[in-house]
């Protein structure tokens, strides 16, 4: 057993991890170690967020093909599809992962880390146990993985989970997804523009994407329902499960025979089953007991610090700490935790905001890549309401010279939630194609509290699709004048 020093200790080298480590000993002789007992560049890299965009873009490309006359469009190659997300995931070759942590200074330690004590973690490698000291900070950034529900002979018949879905090899014929949320509607999205002749999506509630605005909800729904493939049964779970010759075939491979679901009015077979019901968080055995800590997930403070933990050694983030499962705000939760903990090793104030994690309370910016994108920051009306804000808002759909140039059947919506006390913007949400594209303007309106009399300077370009924030405007002021 061998016992090495760093500066700082990250365990999980997803890209929460990577910009903690990275951050922290930027432009200092500090030293750090990431530890990673899977790939480095982590969920998002090789099951997540980058493979499911790979597989997403091509059913956009081909939507906007076939709605501009005068462009000849094809239904996508399955196989050079499946090709082009290899290589954006490098073939899950993380090699390059570990050159760049080398190029930043990191050093890249594979193997399973655990907490043996305070500042001390022990990793399991293949060249034998190592203990690692840290000398300021041991961050954790470990993730989720994907929760199998509790439903009789769901386990047995080895669904696939996200990471499955995302890997797949074949494309099933026949589908059902138990779930309604980002990865349910996502990956039934794909599965139907690759081919797969029927989807069925089973939600336990009465809509999808419930914690966005209802109309974006209904929105999305339209559009899996308009591929006249996807089939979405709400208040639906299945009471049983079985399957025929279950084997564990390879991630992205059918696991056996068909799979039979036993549903309150009937039965549903299919040739796979994909389970969408949340995550669970990766800290089971990362030795949470030696530090006095339960097994779950990891309450922070807004410097990311775990509050349970004293002496301001231990952080956590990305999806471990619970406060947002989404890649981008877990590297910004890790930019941030990356400054703290070197502002901490040098002495220096925390009083600046980029200290402090505030975004992740109610200013998130998300999109979801169905046909037709979601993209929203910040609150929804409800929960803007429910917060105490006095709340009204302006909702119109997207009907501008750039949207109509853009493409033939261009059809969205926009809404704005407004605090009137303040005449500032508390959310957006835009449903619409490439609506992604057009998210940041209002998150920026959102973070930096910007009045709407401001944003009547803000003049959009003609004739561009943002030129709808000026139909928002003009709504907006009809209501006031």
Same mark, same amino acid.
Request: proline share 5%.
């Given at each position: 057993?061998?016992?090495?020093?760093?500066?700082?200790?990250?365990?999980?080298?997803?890209?929460?991890?990577?910009?903690?480590?990275?951050?922290?000993?930027?432009?200092?002789?500090?030293?750090?170690?990431?530890?990673?007992?899977?790939?480095?560049?982590?969920?998002?890299?090789?099951?997540?967020?980058?493979?499911?965009?790979?597989?997403?873009?091509?059913?956009?490309?081909?939507?906007?093909?076939?709605?501009?006359?005068?462009?000849?469009?094809?239904? *996508?190659?399955?196989?050079?599809?499946?090709?082009?997300?290899?290589?954006?995931?490098?073939?899950?070759?993380?090699?390059?992962?570990?050159?760049?942590?080398?190029?930043?200074?990191?050093?890249?330690?594979?193997?399973?880390?655990?907490?043996?004590?305070?500042? +001390?973690?022990? $990793?399991? %490698?293949?060249?034998?146990?190592?203990?690692?000291?840290?000398?300021?900070? $041991?961050?954790?950034?470990?993730?989720?993985?994907?929760?199998?529900?509790?439903?009789?002979?769901?386990?047995?018949? +080895?669904?696939?989970?996200?990471?499955?879905?995302?890997?797949? %090899? $074949?494309?099933?014929?026949?589908?059902?997804?138990?779930?309604?949320?980002?990865?349910?509607?996502?990956?039934?999205?794909?599965?139907?523009?690759?081919?797969?002749?029927?989807?069925?999506?089973?939600?336990?509630?009465?809509?999808?994407?419930?914690?966005?605005?209802?109309?974006?909800?209904?929105? $999305?729904?339209?559009?899996?329902?308009?591929?006249?493939?996807?089939?979405?049964?709400?208040?639906?779970?299945?009471?049983?499960?079985?399957?025929?010759?279950?084997?564990?075939?390879?991630?992205?491979?059918?696991?056996?025979?068909?799979?039979?679901?036993?549903?309150?009015?009937?039965?549903?077979?299919?040739?796979?089953?994909?389970?969408?019901?949340?995550?669970? *968080?990766?800290?089971?055995?990362?030795?949470?007991?030696?530090?006095?800590?339960?097994?779950?997930?990891?309450?922070?403070?807004?410097?990311?610090?775990?509050?349970?933990?004293?002496?301001?050694?231990?952080?956590?983030?990305?999806?471990?700490?619970?406060?947002?499962?989404?890649?981008?705000?877990?590297?910004? !939760?890790?930019?941030?935790?990356?400054?703290?903990?070197?502002?901490?090793?040098?002495?220096?104030?925390?009083?600046?905001?980029?200290?402090?994690?505030?975004?992740?309370?109610?200013?998130?910016? !998300?999109?979801?890549?169905?046909?037709?994108?979601?993209?929203?920051?910040?609150?929804?009306?409800?929960?803007?309401? %429910?917060?105490?804000?006095?709340?009204? %808002?302006?909702?119109?759909?997207?009907?501008?010279?750039?949207?109509?140039?853009?493409?033939?059947?261009?059809?969205?919506?926009?809404?704005?939630?407004?605090?009137?006390?303040?005449?500032?913007?508390?959310?957006?949400?835009?449903?619409?194609?490439?609506?992604?594209? !057009?998210?940041?303007?209002?998150?920026?309106?959102?973070?930096? !509290?910007?009045?709407?009399?401001?944003?009547?300077?803000?003049?959009?370009?003609? *004739?561009?699709?943002?030129?709808?924030?000026?139909?928002?405007?003009?709504?907006?002021?009809?209501?006031?004048?």
């Amino acid at each position: 057993m061998t016992e090495v020093e760093y500066d700082v200790i990250v365990i999980g080298a997803g890209p929460a991890g990577e910009n903690a480590a990275a951050y922290a000993i930027a432009g200092s002789d500090r030293t750090a170690a990431l530890v990673e007992r899977e790939l480095f560049g982590g969920e998002c890299s090789y099951w997540a967020c980058i493979p499911s965009k790979a597989l997403l873009r091509p059913g956009a490309v081909l939507g906007l093909g076939e709605a501009m006359p005068g462009v000849s469009a094809s239904g *996508p190659r399955v196989a050079d599809v499946l090709a082009r997300r290899d290589a954006f995931v490098h073939d899950r070759d993380d090699s390059s992962q570990v050159e760049w942590a080398k190029s930043a200074g990191i050093d890249a330690v594979r193997g399973a880390g655990r907490l043996i004590g305070e500042r +001390l973690v022990e $990793v399991e %490698t293949e060249d034998g146990v190592k203990v690692l000291r840290a000398r300021h900070a $041991v961050v954790l950034a470990t993730g989720t993985a994907a929760a199998i529900p509790d439903i009789p002979g769901v386990r047995e018949a +080895l669904p696939w989970t996200s990471r499955d879905a995302t890997g797949l %090899t $074949v494309v099933p014929r026949r589908v059902a997804i138990i779930g309604g949320g980002v990865v349910a509607c996502e990956t039934a999205t794909w599965l139907a523009e690759l081919g797969a002749e029927e989807v069925t999506l089973l939600v336990r509630g009465d809509r999808l994407l419930p914690r966005s605005e209802p109309f974006a909800s209904e929105l $999305v729904l339209r559009g899996l329902r308009d591929t006249g493939i996807v089939e979405v049964r709400f208040h639906t779970e299945p009471l049983l499960v079985s399957r025929r010759d279950a084997e564990d075939t390879g991630v992205g491979r059918i696991h056996g025979g068909p799979v039979t679901l036993v549903l309150g009015d009937g039965e549903l077979e299919v040739d796979e089953l994909v389970v969408a019901t949340g995550r669970t *968080p990766a800290t089971g055995d990362l030795g949470l007991d030696a530090v006095g800590l339960p097994a779950g997930y990891l309450e922070v403070d807004d410097q990311l610090t775990v509050r349970a933990v004293p002496g301001d050694w231990l952080y956590a983030v990305g999806d471990v700490n619970h406060r947002v499962a989404l890649t981008h705000m877990g590297k910004y !939760q890790a930019r941030v935790c990356g400054d703290v903990i070197a502002a901490r090793a040098t002495g220096k104030s925390l009083d600046r905001p980029r200290f402090t994690a505030s975004a992740d309370h109610q200013q998130v910016p !998300q999109v979801v890549y169905t046909a037709p994108e979601l993209a929203s920051v910040g609150l929804t009306e409800h929960e803007a309401r %429910t917060a105490g804000h006095a709340v009204d %808002t302006v909702e119109l759909d997207i009907a501008v010279a750039g949207s109509a140039l853009s493409r033939d059947d261009f059809h969205g919506r926009a809404k704005l939630v407004v605090d009137t006390a303040t005449d500032r913007i508390l959310g957006a949400t835009f449903v619409g194609p490439d609506m992604g594209e !057009q998210l940041h303007a209002a998150t920026i309106a959102v973070v930096g !509290q910007v009045p709407l009399d401001t944003l009547w300077n803000a003049v959009p370009a003609f *004739p561009a699709v943002s030129e709808f924030w000026l139909r928002l405007l003009e709504a907006w002021r009809e209501k006031t004048i």
